[in-house]
């Protein structure tokens, strides 16, 4: 069972940034990819950022140019660092590991609130 431990979120005006770090009990290069997803009241999980075991990476339209996510592989950690933050951005954000051969494993979650 891999765990994935969330830290970073909290409350910050509009405008202004938050960095998310994920940390993985094991290799991340197990994963098909590293992800954040948010999901907001009364709204459907989505994908925010991921970053593929060759370090690719891919954006939601929405979050293009303010969200940045990285990864150290020694470390086995997934970074999201989110600047200009806006009152859109408000959700929960879960990190994930999806796409190896065990399956996809989510962290708990942590609750992002933007003020406007």
């Known amino acids: 069972q891999v765990q994935l431990v969330e830290s970073g979120g909290g409350l910050v005006q509009a405008g202004g940034s938050l960095s998310l770090s994920c940390a993985a009990s094991e290799s991340i290069f197990r994963f098909n990819h590293m992800g954040w997803y948010r999901q907001a009241p009364g709204k459907q999980r989505e994908l925010v950022a991921a970053?593929?075991?060759?370090?690719?990476?891919n954006y939601a339209d929405s979050v293009k140019g303010r969200f940045t996510i990285s990864r150290d592989t020694a470390k086995n950690t997934v970074w999201l660092q989110m600047n200009s933050l806006k009152s859109e951005d408000t959700a929960v954000y879960y990190c994930?590991?999806?796409?190896?051969?065990?399956?996809?494993?989510w962290g708990q979650g942590t609750q992002v609130t933007v003020s406007s």
């Open positions: 994930a590991a999806r796409g190896g051969r065990s399956g996809d494993y």
């Open positions: 970053i593929t075991s060759y370090g690719s990476t």
